[in-house]
């Protein structure tokens, strides 16, 4: 069964800091896009950060100098460390990731989203 699977939220005190981790699993083809998004509680999701298969990375101006995206592909894991946390980082984080799968007719890209894993930042 192809999925992502999330890990390492919890609740941290303001000024924190947390490291989210995003495993796939039963993907047999490229992974590119791999990315976090988030949802606070009434809001819309909203995207937080983006790593290529190139390794070129991007970040919401909310989050840039504080959080670092990161992705171990032999071990087709993708981690967003987060420091400086505060209280409007309380959200459900979810991993995002588009991979590429031939086809006779030529290439597909089908997306994949984790179940979410909840940060609480709050003293």
């Known amino acids: 069964q192809v999925q992502l699977v999330e890990s390492g939220g919890g609740l941290v005190q303001p000024g924190g800091s947390l490291r989210l981790s995003c495993a796939a699993s039963?993907?047999?083809?490229?992974?590119?896009?791999m990315a976090w998004y988030r949802q606070a509680p009434g809001e819309e999701r909203e995207w937080v950060a983006t790593?290529?298969?190139?390794?070129?990375?991007n970040y919401s101006d909310s989050v840039k100098g504080r959080f670092t995206i990161s992705r171990d592909n032999a071990k087709s894991t993708l981690y967003l460390q987060m420091n400086s946390l505060k209280p409007e980082d309380t959200a459900v984080y979810y991993c995002?990731?588009?991979?590429?799968?031939?086809?006779?007719?030529?290439?597909?890209?089908?997306?994949?989203w984790g179940q979410g894993t909840l940060v609480t930042v709050s003293s």
């Open positions: 790593m290529s298969s190139g390794r070129t990375t």
């Open positions: 995002y990731a588009q991979y590429t799968v031939p086809t006779p007719s030529g290439y597909m890209y089908p997306e994949l």
């Open positions: 039963g993907v047999r083809f490229t992974i590119n896009t």
